[in-house]
């Protein structure tokens, strides 16, 4: 009893964890662990820190499992970069793997160290079966979920998650994608990236999206977001541009004057220049101040005001700031700035403003104007005393045009007489309008070739037009009358391709007379005022000779019994033209011996004669396409083995037996098995092996020879009476059955000798 006590600690000792002497290797290494069958490769499964006691050595650690292919792997790392006795082991999901749920795979994890004893720990991985993919109701359903948004939403706002909680490894797809807004990976909607448009009415967007996971099992369902008009009110500033005149001499950091504008969140801020030299602006109040004293000080601002929540709300106004000193006044002119729009037909000579200025003691003779800018812009504009003037012609289709985007900047000094001399600067910006002066122009060379046979979609020839305004070539084609039987052709509207879209019959056509029209495209601000010509295109049909017809098979044997009738079908020839809807000509080229055989169409029929008995035809009959010589041909080969009716057929022997179903008989095995713990395998085991021993040594001590004692004892009397043996009389001669050995025995006295 007390040894089963001492083997019953031993084991329990073996399975608790941290117990035995040599587990100190293997330090925190769970005995289950639970894994979901959707788990993605390299995720972790266990973690277990590896010593070795020996400080001059590295632990090796290698992991083992009951199954050869086990989907697991380690990863080991040094815990101290100065000693290379520890380690930090991990064990990770193999890339590729794939888990079955409720599986259990053993794995052992084996640590070595020189010197030291091996090591050994069992990790059981539990397979858990995973989340089942479902779609939430709203977004399932066949409506759809709905979302309302504001049209002044930011962009790339979040709008919509599809999946509340997203499992892991899930693929969102969009099924539509006429739709500004964005689905990312993680199934977030977004706004577009450049926001919705304010200026719209309410706006509906429809997204279907199917959802996936790596098992393959999806779902889906539809969202639609609303944008409703925004109701708050934009920025805007009351006048666009503002003239400043500070009389006198100013101070640092004066107040010189502030700019409002309504909306909300309103901050201000000052775009040009980048560096104000003079001035300063407020971001939240919009007051303008001078950045230190300023006696005489002109400087031009372009501010900006903008909501600080929708930056992409703003407006801007110019601001001409002059501080004039107590003594010299600057010139003051209306308008401070002149901004114009012009057509490109403007007339040189036309005057485009005309300046009042004051500054000169009341007399404007003593005013000089100056005009100051760019080559190009001095080189289009001109001064006439006050007046701003075109001094050649605006052509918006020029390359000088292009290259200044279209718009000239110019500032006209006026200067007044006196000392020192006086002026103020009026900036000027006129951007030209296009005008649409030039008709389209049809290219030379509008005839082409192509094959009857061409397919559907075939490419014909590229009409390309020319258009001398801005910008260039910009043309929309189409095709006066559209395809038809008549006119099997389209036009590309953008490139001017032209296109096969139906057959082409070179019988019937030779060619065919096509009328494209030119029109251009963004050459005017009035869409209305647009310019076309027509082309005529010429397209020549090339006759193909056609192929020989296709029948399949080449080759037929048929069989067929006479039955008592006019005409009897045998067999339908399955034959095809080079091309589709080609009509074939069927006739019987040889074989048909007195007329038994007859063509409808591509049926063969058999004419009975009452034959007296079998008979086998060879028939060749000829297929071709159309009624002309140029056209070629096809042969096939029939071979028709006719029985007639009246041939007797020998009676058949055959026997036909009927064999019963049994009825399938199901019988059901019912055994209890009883599967103990590993423990109670280890208890027994153990038990029963002293159990043997014990018994082992029992049946030793009783299986000791007798005789093996009355020797024992016969030779201490023998001893003790040296005399003895020579009275003895013995009277029998035996062998030892243990020992082999020969010996004699008094058989009235029960002694014995060894011989």
């Known amino acids: 009893m007390g040894m089963h006590r001492r083997l019953t600690f031993l084991l329990l000792s073996l399975c608790a964890p941290g117990t035995f002497v040599r587990a100190a290797a293997l330090l925190d290494l769970p005995c289950v662990v639970t894994l979901s069958e959707d788990a993605v490769p390299g995720t972790s499964v266990a973690e277990v820190t590896v010593s070795c006691t020996n400080t001059s050595g ?17 990863i080991a790392s040094s815990t101290d970069p100065m000693a290379n006795t520890t380690f930090q082991v991990k064990v990770t999901l193999r890339a590729g793997a794939e888990l079955n749920a409720h599986w259990v795979y053993t794995l052992t994890l084996r640590a070595t160290c020189p010197g030291e004893e091996k090591v050994e720990k069992q990790l059981f991985v539990w397979v858990t079966a995973a989340q089942v993919l479902h779609c939430d109701a709203p977004f399932a359903s066949t409506e759809g979920d709905v979302v309302q948004v504001l049209a002044d939403v930011a962009p790339r706002t979040p709008l919509y998650a599809v999946m509340p909680q997203p499992l892991g490894g899930l693929t969102f797809r969009l099924r539509n994608h006429n739709t500004p807004l964005v689905l990312t990976n993680q199934g977030l909607v977004l706004a577009p990236a450049g926001g919705f448009d304010p200026s719209k009415g309410t706006q509906t967007f429809r997204l279907e999206i199917d959802v996936m996971d790596r098992k393959g099992h999806n779902c889906s369902g539809a969202v639609r977001v609303e944008v409703l008009p925004s109701c708050r009110p934009c920025v805007s500033f009351l006048e666009p541009q503002q003239a400043v005149t500070v009389p006198g001499v100013i101070g640092p950091l004066e107040v010189v004057t502030q700019v409002h504008a309504s909306g909300d969140n309103v901050r201000y801020a000052i775009l040009a220049p980048v560096a104000p030299t003079f001035f300063t602006i407020d971001e939240m109040t919009g007051k303008i101040r001078s950045t230190h004293q300023l006696e005489v000080a002109q400087e031009l601002l372009l501010v900006q005001a903008y909501n600080a929540l929708n930056p992409s709300d703003h407006a801007t106004t110019m601001l001409n700031i002059t501080v004039q000193g107590t003594d010299q006044q600057q010139p003051s002119c209306v308008p401070a700035i002149f901004v114009s729009q012009v057509p490109e037909t403007m007339l040189p000579g036309s005057a485009l403003v005309t300046l009042r200025c004051t500054g000169c003691e009341g007399a404007e003779e003593c005013l000089q104007y100056t005009l100051e ?48 001399p006086r002026s103020t600067h009026v900036p000027v910006l006129v951007t030209v309008t296009p005008v649409n002066e030039f008709t389209p122009v049809c290219p030379n060379g509008t005839t082409f070739t192509v094959p009857e046979t061409a397919a559907f979609g075939s490419a014909v020839g590229l009409i390309a037009g020319t258009d001398r305004d801005y910008p260039l070539n910009s043309l929309e084609y189409s095709l006066e009358g559209g395809p038809g039987p008549e006119q ?6 953008h490139t001017g391709e032209i296109r096969v879209v139906g057959p082409l019959e070179s019988q019937q056509h030779k060619s065919y007379r096509l009328t494209v029209r030119l029109t251009d495209i963004r050459n005017d601000l009035d869409p209305a005022k647009r310019r076309s010509c027509l082309c005529a295109v010429t397209v020549h049909v090339q006759a193909v000779l056609d192929q020989a017809p296709v029948c399949t098979p080449e080759v037929q044997e048929l069989w067929i019994m006479a039955r008592s009738g006019s005409r009897q079908p045998v067999t339908r020839l399955a034959c095809q033209g080079s091309r589709d809807g080609t ?59 006719i029985t007639p009716r009246s041939t007797p057929v020998p009676p058949s022997t055959t026997t036909q037996h009927t064999t019963p179903l049994k009825e399938r008989l199901v019988v059901t095995r019912t055994e209890a098995v009883w599967h103990p713990p590993a423990w109670f395998v280890a208890v027994l085991t153990v038990s029963g092996a002293l159990l043997l021993a014990a018994l082992g040594c029992m049946a030793r001590s009783l299986l000791r020879s007798p005789w093996d004692v009355v020797e024992q004892k ?14 003895e009389q013995f009277d029998g001669r035996a062998q030892d059955p243990r020992t082999g050995r020969d010996y004699l025995f008094n058989s009235k006295t029960g002694a014995r000798r060894w011989i």
């Not at 012609?393 to 718009?407: E, I, M, N, R």
């Not at 074989?591 to 058999?606: A, I, W």
Request: proline share 8%; hydrophobic share 35%.
């Open 58 to 74: 590295s632990p090796n650690v290698t992991l083992h499992g009951t199954e050869p292919s086990h989907p697991f792997s380690l």
């Open 373 to 420: 800018g760019p080559p190009a812009s001095r080189s289009h504009f001109c001064m006439e005393g006050p007046q701003l003037q075109v001094s050649t012609t605006l052509d918006y289709d020029s390359k000088a045009a292009v290259t200044v985007g279209f718009q000239f900047t110019a500032t006209i000094m006026v200067t007044a007489g006196g000392q020192p």
């Open 488 to 493: 099997p052709f389209s036009i590309d509207v």
């Open 583 to 641: 009509t074939l000509t069927y006739s019987i080229a040889g074989g048909n011996e007195n007329g038994h055989f007859q063509l409808e169409g591509n049926t063969v029929l058999y004419l009975s004669n009452n034959l007296p008995e079998p008979r086998t035809f060879v028939l060749l009959v000829e297929v071709w396409s159309g009624s002309s010589a140029s056209h070629r041909s096809t042969v096939m080969a029939l071979v028709v083995h």
């Open 714 to 727: 016969g030779d201490e009397g023998e001893q003790g009476s040296p005399h003895a043996s020579s009275l």
